[in-house]
């Protein structure tokens, strides 16, 4: 196996790929946009033979490719055959959320080009095609809810070090009313505990704070919920291991993602860091209003 990091970024029109390179580029990868697919083992080879001067590679290889685009796939087998530790980035958005982002910049779909095409049924193609990428992804991020700067901090959280094939894991606290992640491998819901909204010197903190976290944390149905919690993931996490699953994304929604989510999301980060398990927190609505 060859000691070559290689990651390859991929995903939707407008997910949010170039700001992904960018934040791969300030960690110290060697990064290409657009690279031809057809060209990528060759590439990759020519990395191998570079004497250990460029060990962190990272290309985006999307649909602008066109025709060559189809030939992703083996070359994704060549790297395998190859010994090269390649991995799968794919970034997502939701179809009107994709739209928007067209609107706003007034930049045209890549396969709107040669096409007369509408951005839906533009967008709707392009899910088509990268399907088989998608399928193959080590690493899903979903910007819909994103800003720029939290696109680089989960970035940061799965690239930053060296992970040496590790099981990833990304406890993420969000609220019901701006939409589940559709990245997440696991959704807990814990609406059914009582809510620090409604208690007037609770309602403007939030879980990362030690009266929300005393409060919710401190009621036996949520104790309850924990130990389950608890002993779920940890048999699960060898089991998703074993099946060579390079990342998991365990969701905690409550209604808008600033209480109960919060506090339980950071519980259980805190239960796999001291377990030695590879894991990050984030919680993505905490500061909407």
């Known amino acids: 196996m060859s000691n070559l990091e290689f990651v390859i970024v991929t995903g939707t029109s407008g997910a949010g790929k170039s700001g992904a390179i960018n934040a791969l580029e300030d960690l110290g990868f060697y990064c290409v946009d657009n690279m031809p697919p057809t060209l990528i083992s060759k590439f990759a080879e020519l990395c191998m033979q570079s004497s250990g001067s460029i060990s962190r590679v990272a290309i985006v290889a999307d649909s602008r490719g066109g025709e060559f685009f189809h030939g992703i796939l083996h070359e994704l087998d060549t790297l395998h055959a190859l010994g090269v530790n390649s991995k799968i980035l794919f970034l997502d958005a939701a179809d009107h959320v994709l739209a928007h982002r067209y609107k706003e910049t007034r930049r045209r779909h890549p396969l709107t080009q040669d096409r007369n095409l509408s951005i839906a049924d533009a967008i709707s193609m392009e899910r088509v095609m990268l ?148 894991v990050a927190v984030n919680h993505r609505d905490i500061n909407k209003a």
């Open 131 to 278: 399907e088989p990428l998608r399928q193959r992804a080590d690493y899903t991020i979903d910007t819909t809810n994103l800003s720029a700067a939290q696109l680089r901090e989960r970035i940061n959280t799965i690239f930053l070090e060296d992970k040496s094939g590790a099981l990833f894991v990304s406890c993420m606290s969000f609220g019901f009313k701006y939409g589940a992640p559709t990245e997440a491998d696991l959704v807990f819901d814990v609406r059914c505990f009582v809510n620090p909204f409604y208690i007037p010197e609770l309602k403007h903190l939030t879980g990362l704070q030690k009266e929300v976290r005393d409060f919710v944390l401190g009621s036996e149905a949520t104790q309850g919920f924990l130990k389950r919690l608890f002993d779920l993931i940890d048999y699960l996490l060898p089991l998703y291991v074993s099946e060579g699953k390079s990342q998991l994304v365990i969701g905690i929604g409550c209604t808008g993602g600033k209480h109960r989510s919060v506090a339980i999301a950071e519980a259980l980060y805190r239960h796999l860091e001291e377990n030695g398990v590879q």
